[in-house]
């Protein structure tokens, strides 16, 4: 079945430094991907997100790469600060032209002061 | 900006009870999708909507149904609340064309003791 799982559940970081969230995902006829970011107590808020004909799209602060030969999305956050502290989802939108989003089940970033 | 409001912030409810849960967005968007989230689990589609008295099955909609009477509002039913349904509830739109990007609330944090 469809799947997309986040290598890792927490990730800590020191303030300042570049962080780098990773995901994988199974179905290969996915070509719309998203990241959104979770704060405690809060619904999740869109950061980026990336079509399949590219491999790679920046926003502020943020980069989202995307390797399609062995499907693998990574977000990456420049100069990380407090406020990012938050749970991070990759999501994929899978096949069949449904509308829907297939999401992972996140990865926790600590930012460290 | 689109808002996407969620009635209730935290419910607490007992087992056996009917529960209605409200979602309201102001962007006109035709499509409307509830989760729930659980540590582990990720996000799961509950059940979506492409338009006004349409409704569609996710990937878990037993014990849960749906009601859209107006393209703003979508209701999710807990007909008879059972305490595996203790969960977070987010609801989300997106709106139409080729956009896939979802817009959620702030979550609804139900409680069935």
């Known amino acids: ?113 | 900006d689109v808002k996407v409001t969620q009635s209730s912030r935290y419910l607490v409810k007992r087992t056996g009870e009917k529960v209605f849960l409200e979602c309201v967005q102001d962007m006109d968007h035709e499509n409307m999708f509830w989760y729930r989230q659980d540590p582990g689990l990720g996000l799961r589609l509950i059940y979506f909507s492409y338009d006004v008295k349409m409704k569609e099955k996710g990937d878990i909609p037993e014990g849960y149904s749906v009601s859209r009477e107006k393209k703003e509002r979508f209701s999710l039913i807990l007909e008879s609340a059972s305490t595996n349904q203790t969960s977070m509830y987010l609801c989300a739109s997106r709106g139409p064309g080729t956009s896939e990007k979802l817009f959620f609330g702030s979550g609804t944090q139900l409680s069935v003791l």
């Open chain 1, 1 to 113: 079945g469809e799947s997309v799982g986040l290598h890792l559940p927490t990730l800590s970081v020191q303030e300042g430094d570049n962080s780098i969230i990773n995901c994988a995902y199974s179905n290969s006829a996915s070509d719309y991907f998203i990241w959104y970011k979770q704060e405690s107590g809060k619904g999740p808020q869109f950061i980026i997100d990336i079509r399949s004909n590219m491999d790679k799209r920046q926003g502020q602060r943020v980069t989202v790469l995307l390797n399609k030969t062995v499907k693998h999305l990574s977000l990456q956050i420049a100069a990380t600060q407090p406020g990012d502290s938050a749970v991070y989802f990759c999501a994929e939108n899978g096949s069949g032209n449904t509308g829907k989003l297939i999401f992972g089940q996140g990865t926790t970033l600590q930012v460290k002061p």
